[in-house]
């Protein structure tokens, strides 16, 4: 069984188009998260939320939003893409925020042409 | 501006030998936390120090921690092939975030 999940995998999709990254823990932690990592490898937080509260956004442009409908789901919508937004993008949980580790889904690998 | 900054970069080994990856970090901070990835997947937790705590050991894995100087290593003993990924440290943010530093891409060569 999967401990954190996201899908899709890939996604290949045009300038200006919305699209939703899907993600799902089954850990029973309160606290999700999603993050950025760019073809650098550098890894960005750009969302936190705590039992379906919005607790972090990085100054992430609103083009990016996300929903929690449960405290199992963190979902990630993305209005209007553009090639910056070309990356990959991970969802992650942990049980009491940064206290504790985190545990990472595979991976979105998202390519905006 | 990030909280963690490893070094070095990349590190190429040949199998058997040691490797050592350094993290430093600017704020106080609760708890420091080393991540591996391999390519192409998510990170896993490796091992995770507290801040009133100086060494930490987790198999091949040797993890310090010198509060004063704000920096961490990340020893791995007579590293393996499949040791071959990157490394990052990870500082808490307060609250709910964890921060990633850019990472040390290892290579152990057979």
């Known amino acids: 069984d999967t401990a954190v999940s996201q899908t899709p995998k890939y996604l290949v999709t045009q300038m200006g188009n919305d699209k939703s990254i899907k993600c799902e823990q089954n850990?029973?932690?309160?606290?999700m998260y999603w993050y950025k990592q760019d073809s650098k490898k550098f890894l960005k937080i750009m969302f936190s939320?705590?039992?379906?509260?919005?607790?972090i956004n990085e100054t992430v442009p609103n083009r990016f939003s996300p929903k929690s409908p449960d405290k199992a789901h963190l979902n990630l919508h993305i209005n209007s893409l553009e090639l910056g937004d070309s990356a990959v993008y991970f969802c992650?949980?942990?049980?009491?925020?940064?206290?504790?580790?985190?545990?990472f889904g595979q991976g979105t690998r998202l390519t905006v042409v | 501006s990030q909280q963690g900054e490893e070094d070095p970069q990349a590190l190429s080994i040949q199998e058997g030998e040691n490797a050592t990856m350094n993290c430093s970090y600017k704020?106080?901070?609760?708890?420091l936390q080393w991540y591996r990835q391999n390519s192409g997947r998510g990170l896993v937790h490796l091992i995770l120090?507290?801040?009133?705590?100086r060494e930490k050991h987790s198999g091949r894995l040797r993890v310090t921690l010198d509060t004063s100087k704000k920096s961490s290593s990340l020893l791995i003993t007579a590293s393996r092939a499949a040791d071959t990924a990157s490394y990052f440290c990870?500082?808490?943010?307060?609250?709910?975030?964890?921060?990633f530093g850019a990472g040390t891409r290892l290579f152990v060569k057979a």
């Open positions: 939320y705590n039992n379906k509260e919005l607790i």
């Open positions: 120090i507290r801040s009133n705590e």
């Open positions: 704020t106080s901070i609760n708890n």
């Open positions: 990870a500082t808490d943010g307060g609250g709910f975030k964890t921060i």
């Open positions: 992650a949980s942990s049980q009491a925020a940064s206290e504790s580790q985190a545990f």
């Open positions: 850990l029973g932690h309160d606290t």
